[in-house]
């Protein structure tokens, strides 16, 4: 059966989650005393939120799980209408199969209104003796104030490379997938903490078919390889502008990327550059500089070739 790798290998208990040993570590108390507050989920995406309050609802509920539980994802609906209908109907039901209570998952609880988390506030008031909510945000700061006071916060941290690799290893292997050395650190460089982007970038590289390697991955997830990167700013810091130059439009092409897709894999290229702190200072300053200007609508090839001009410079040559 053809299934998303991100749901096939999501998983299923505390235990497994990974990475997240501080949080999994107090959710599983909630199931051991099978009770729990509103809690909120704070972090960046696929760091295990969504997998966080599953695993949660598993524990807490067994079996019966899935009648007790509701994801809703506040991006789709994000009107005061929402909270008075689909939350309001699932709240004031009663649990099933003797649960105490029912829990109520909202995703993307940060893309709510603020009329809409107000009704939110006072939903979680009325029927928090038969519903306890989960609130899942990217940032805890666009929740309202007496939201969070009635929440226990967790912040869910980027996964590090050593987890995500250990995790995608784990997938290769069932999946007995032919891997070229360098393809794994490629995907999780890509990563960048988000499990979830490691994980589709896999299988989209496998479904190329074939021996996964550096560069296939680097093509299926739109970014191009670290070493390119590098490559291009060590030749302008070497006072060859004319070469770093046209290693940015074979990348560019090759890999079909934008200028701030560029700028932003220069900028975290730039602190493995051998530079002295203030040189690399300077080179972020002007690197935001260049952002902004893309951002405002500049064109791109000129404000990069303007970069890759100062770095010739700041490497003290011409």
């Not at 809690?39 to 524990?59: D, N």
């Not at 941290?157 to 995500?164: A, M, S, T």
């Not at 897709?261 to 730039?270: E, G, L, M």
Request: charged share 30%; hydrophobic share 40%; net charge negative.
């Amino acid at each position: 059966m053809n299934e998303i790798w991100t749901e096939k290998y999501r998983p299923r208990s505390l235990d497994d989650v990974i990475g997240q040993k501080d949080v999994t570590q107090r959710l599983k108390g909630y199931v051991e005393a099978k009770n729990m507050s509103h809690l909120m989920f704070a972090g960046s995406p696929g760091t295990g939120k969504t997998t966080c309050a599953l695993a949660l609802a598993r524990g807490m509920f067994g079996e019966s799980w899935k009648g007790n539980f509701i994801e809703l994802n506040a991006s789709d609906d994000r009107g005061i209408d929402t909270v008075r209908g689909k939350i309001k109907d699932f709240a004031r039901t009663a649990p099933v199969e003797g649960a105490e209570f029912k829990i109520i998952f909202l995703d993307e609880a940060d893309a709510l209104t603020n009329d809409a988390q107000g009704a939110l506030r006072r939903t979680m008031e009325k029927y928090s003796r038969t519903c306890r909510f989960i609130l899942s945000c990217n940032y805890s700061s666009k929740i309202i104030d007496p939201i969070q006071s009635r929440c226990a916060v967790f912040r869910f941290r980027p996964l590090n490379d050593d987890d995500i690799r250990e995790f995608l290893e784990k997938i290769a292997s069932s999946e007995n997938l032919d891997m070229e050395e360098g393809a794994m650190d490629s995907l999780v460089y890509i990563a960048r903490g988000d499990m979830r982007k490691a994980v589709n970038t896999l299988q989209t590289s496998a479904s190329v078919g074939g021996t996964i390697t550096a560069d296939t991955v680097s093509k299926v997830s739109g970014t191009a390889n670290e070493k390119d990167v590098l490559e291009i700013l060590t030749t302008a810091l070497g006072g060859d502008f004319i070469g770093s130059r046209n290693k940015l439009d074979t990348i560019m092409i090759n890999y079909g990327l934008s200028g701030q897709d560029v700028i932003r894999q220069i900028h975290s290229a730039v602190f493995t550059l051998p530079l002295e702190t203030r040189d690399k200072v300077r080179l972020v300053d002007k690197i935001g500089e260049i952002e902004f200007r893309l951002i405002e609508g500049s064109n791109e090839k000129i404000q990069l070739e303007a970069l890759l001009a100062y770095l010739v410079m700041a490497g003290g040559k011409s």
